[in-house]
């Protein structure tokens, strides 16, 4: 047997495994230390009441013979994706029930979609990014590409004609800067796609954090994207599902190549390597759709939106340069006095007990850099930007 060698590769941990580490190591040497946690994107919330209730329900159902349900559907149960199909159209993007695959993430899908394209494909990458697009493609051996996400552009890149890609990741409102591209600069990045033969893999996992009109919600909205794109989204920022999974792909099915078609080829995956999301789950993620879902899902945005501006506010008064945090749960800040990422970390995790991302576990460019979520409780947020004002007001 040989082990597949990509895997030297890649960092010995994941980022936020690294982080949790760091964290558990300095709180066992510490335990009369508080630590306060703004680091992985971790929400604090629990599921909404209605979500609770069909959660409840569903497993009264699975008590029952005459109710029980085995084996799902492989792309997931039709009442919960006629609800995400609704759920799009109130944006105005139309879509066909078989265009959506139901999954227990976006993570595990961004991941998973690699196995319908070929090995050889180049692949463009942002840099900085969440860093499982880069691991994933490392992990195949694919020729990876980077888009230069800088201080300079927004961390928002833009195509450049002279460089050929044939998978795109984008990730907006991006993990982690929050910078949000506009609906004119997707349309340049379908475009390009749409001229190198290629494919963007759209991660919309924060966009229920979009206010602004002018961004996208999703990249179905743009002009062209059916036939270019493919988009992940996620329940577990939107309605608190990091724990209970759930989440979604949207793949057109005008997306073919060579008598192929990525959606006809994603199903035959899904239905091959995965058994379908729990049905108990399926029922509490229909839930969000209705009226009470929505309204209560929002109340809890709205307390991560305040976290967010609490954050940004206390970074203006320290006069800290930072992007996101305003259609967006992260805020991206530049480390004081040129410290780089980790040191940062360091610091503020031994000084002032709070713990956020290093910028530069998300790409080379985010050396400097630092992330800050505003998923925490709204407690643990007030106490961290106490102690952060203290610490470096000086
Ligand atoms: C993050 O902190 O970047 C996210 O929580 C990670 C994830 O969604 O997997």
Redesign the pocket.
């Known amino acids: 047997m040989n082990f597949n060698l990509n895997f030297n590769n890649v960092t010995q941990n994941y980022?936020?495994a690294e982080v949790a580490n760091r964290t558990a190591k300095y709180a066992a040497a510490h335990p009369e230390k508080q630590v306060l946690k703004l680091?992985?994107?971790?929400i604090t919330l629990p599921l909404a009441p209605a979500v609770i209730k069909a959660l409840h329900s569903a497993v009264d159902e699975m008590s029952n013979k005459d109710t029980f349900q085995g084996y799902g559907p492989y792309e997931g149960y039709d009442f919960l994706r006629e609800n995400i199909r609704t759920y799009y159209k109130s944006n105005g993007v139309e879509l066909d029930v078989d265009e959506i695959f139901i999954s227990d993430?976006?993570?595990s899908d961004l991941g998973n979609i690699l196995d319908i394209f070929s090995a050889e494909n180049t692949v463009l990458i942002p840099d900085p990014v969440?860093?499982?697009y880069v691991d994933t493609n490392v992990m195949a051996g694919r020729k990876i590409i980077y888009a230069n996400a800088t201080a300079e552009n927004g961390f928002l890149p833009m195509p450049e004609s002279n460089i050929h890609a044939d998978i795109i990741y984008i990730c907006s409102p991006n993990?982690?800067t929050g910078a949000a591209y506009s609906k004119s600069q997707l349309k340049e990045w379908v475009d390009y796609a749409d001229k190198n033969n290629a494919i963007i893999l759209y991660d919309a996992?924060y966009e229920c954090f979009v206010k602004d009109k002018s961004l996208a919600r999703s990249v179905f909205q743009i002009d062209g994207a059916r036939t270019c794109a493919i988009e992940f989204c996620?329940f577990?920022?939107t309605a608190g599902f990091?724990g209970t999974r759930c989440g979604y792909t949207v793949i057109p099915k005008e997306i073919k190549k060579d008598g192929g078609s990525a959606n006809k080829m994603w199903l035959r995956r899904q239905s091959t390597k995965f058994n379908g999301v729990p049905y108990i789950v399926q029922k509490g993620a229909a839930a969000v759709f209705t009226e009470q879902g929505q309204r209560e899902i929002f109340a809890n945005l709205e307390v991560y939106n305040r976290n967010a501006k609490l954050i940004a506010e206390t970074l203006d008064e320290l006069g800290i340069w930072y992007t996101g945090g305003k259609n967006s749960p992260?805020i991206w800040l530049k480390c004081p006095h040129n410290m780089s990422s980790w040191q940062f970390f360091d610091y503020l995790l031994e000084n002032a007990q709070v713990v956020g991302?290093p910028g530069a576990g998300f790409g080379k460019n985010g050396e400097g850099f630092f992330?800050l979520?505003a998923?925490g409780s709204e407690k643990t947020t007030f106490e961290a930007v106490q102690r952060i004002k203290n610490l470096l007001k000086n």
């Open positions: 980022l936020f680091g992985i994107g971790d993430g976006a993570k969440y860093p499982v993990n982690p996992a996620s577990s920022k990091t992260y991302t992330r979520t998923f």
